[in-house]
């Protein structure tokens, strides 16, 4: 069973592990650098999704306990990483070469600076990537402990508890839906990805109006 394992799949994931398994991505996707490419998002709505009754058949997932898992792997492993970060400081991200984790970073750094510690926190929940370099980032760069753990619980609820019980909403409304993972949890991605294209739709508009603004009268 372990050898069939894909830490890249969803499904792999959960069959083999089971709810043990949103627990242990969830915190080294959000707590760990190395997590950066598993795939938080997907395995949140799929593990709601396996959650349902009257599934085609394979594993089948509890409910409850798999809300416990992503919220304690979601909000420990958040705080693991804004730790490591004040700890460690910038060797952390000084010592990686990976091109992923090096952008999540700028981005990071971009969402602290733009919009402040509260609203970046919660954002970067939805930003694969962004969310496992923005914790040590937020430690690194001396976040006040306490705002730090309002608003990643406050973004980690959302985020984990949300998705789960969006893949378990879409899983009870759809009899047997299990048999067609890929586009829904393709869609699920996808919508995990909508805050980053809305801020920067967001912070063109703004680059516009202040262009014009400082255009000179003719």
């Not at 954002?123 to 705002?147: D, E, K, Y």
Request: with cysteine; proline share 5%.
């Amino acid at each position: 069973m372990f050898q069939a394992l894909n830490p890249l799949d969803a499904t792999s994931l959960l069959t083999a592990l089971g709810a043990a398994g949103v627990f242990l991505v969830l915190f080294a996707e959000t707590g760990l650098l190395i997590g950066f490419f598993l795939p938080g998002d997907s395995l949140l709505f799929t593990a709601g999704l396996l959650c349902t009754a009257g599934r085609s058949g394979g594993v089948h997932l509890s409910l409850p306990v798999v809300l416990a898992a992503a919220v304690t792997g979601a909000l420990l492993g958040a705080q693991c990483g804004y730790l490591l970060g004040r700890r460690a400081g910038r060797a952390l991200l000084a010592r990686t070469r990976n091109r992923h984790l090096l952008d999540g970073a700028a981005r990071a750094e971009e969402l602290l600076a733009r919009y402040g510690h509260g609203k970046a926190i919660v954002l970067a929940r939805f930003i694969p990537v962004v969310r496992t370099v923005l914790n040590p980032l937020a430690g690194i760069v001396q976040v006040p402990a306490r705002s730090f753990a309002l608003w990643q619980v406050t973004g980690g609820l959302v985020w984990s508890v949300g998705l789960v019980l969006g893949g378990y909403a879409l899983g009870s409304s759809i009899p047997n839906v299990d048999r067609y993972l890929l586009p829904p949890v393709g869609v699920i991605v996808a919508v995990s990805l909508l805050p980053l294209v809305l801020e920067v739709l967001r912070a063109r508009r703004r680059t516009r109006t202040a262009t014009k603004h400082q255009e000179p009268a003719a």
